[in-house]
T-cell receptor, first 111, second 114 residues
């Protein structure tokens, strides 16, 4: 039972354009939502998070939007750069520190 | 340069053998997580600890997997006996309790069971 779902296995975006990665969740009790980035042969690294009481958080080129009524969040990357090519994982936390991840979306930035 | 250290980085073994993976969390971190990455399931949570106490290991096949924290500087994940379906990359991550979910991951242990 996947409580955090990333339905797009891959996404290709032209360099300089906007990349939008999507994530859906089923549990209303999640506390925080996070995005992690993973390069091949490395562990995931934290990118950005958002509290369940907010609807937007921005950090440089990265913005996460949370739509609680739709149980949906998205990560926007503007402008997309070649170094953004990676696998992006959506994750969610409970108050007891449990953190679960989605299956990931592979982002390809095209030259 | 604080980081999570995992050993071994690569392990090839035969079905039925015991496998032990080790993790040194970042000093001062009080939560430790074990995840398994597969193509089909993405990052699956196997078990996690807070202050060395196991909080949830429901993601692990109980009959063959075990996870422990003998002390604050070492977490172990053991598989006995190993099976080909256990082939995956196993990640350890550490963090601070109540810190909004930011975890620091090791580089992973790639396990191949023949």
């Amino acid at each position: 039972d996947q409580q955090v779902k990333q339905n797009s296995p891959s996404l290709s975006v032209q360099e300089g354009r906007i990349s939008i990665l999507n994530c859906d969740y089923t549990n209303s009790m999640f506390d925080y939502f996070l995005w992690y980035k993973k390069y091949p042969a490395e562990g995931p690294t934290f990118l950005i998070s958002i509290s369940s009481i907010k609807d937007k958080n921005e950090d440089g080129r990265f913005t996460v939007f949370l739509n609680k009524s739709a149980k949906h969040l998205s990560l926007h990357i503007v402008p997309s750069q070649p170094g953004d090519s990676a696998v992006y994982f959506c994750a969610a936390t409970w108050r007891d520190d449990k953190i679960i991840f989605g299956k990931g979306t592979r982002l390809h930035i095209l030259p | 340069d604080a980081r999570v250290t995992q050993t071994p980085r690569h392990k090839v073994t035969e079905m039925g053998q015991e496998v032990t993976m080790r993790c040194q969390p970042i000093l001062g971190h009080n939560t430790v997580f074990w995840y398994r990455q597969t193509m089909m399931q993405g990052l699956e949570l196997l078990a996690y600890f807070r202050n060395r106490a196991p909080l949830d290991d429901s993601g692990m096949p109980k009959d063959r997997f075990s996870a422990e924290m003998p002390d604050a500087t070492l977490a172990t994940l053991k598989i006995q006996p190993s099976e080909p379906r256990d082939s995956a990359v196993y990640f350890c991550a550490s963090g601070l309790a109540g810190n909004t979910g930011e975890l620091f991951f090791g580089e992973g242990s790639r396990l191949t069971v023949l």
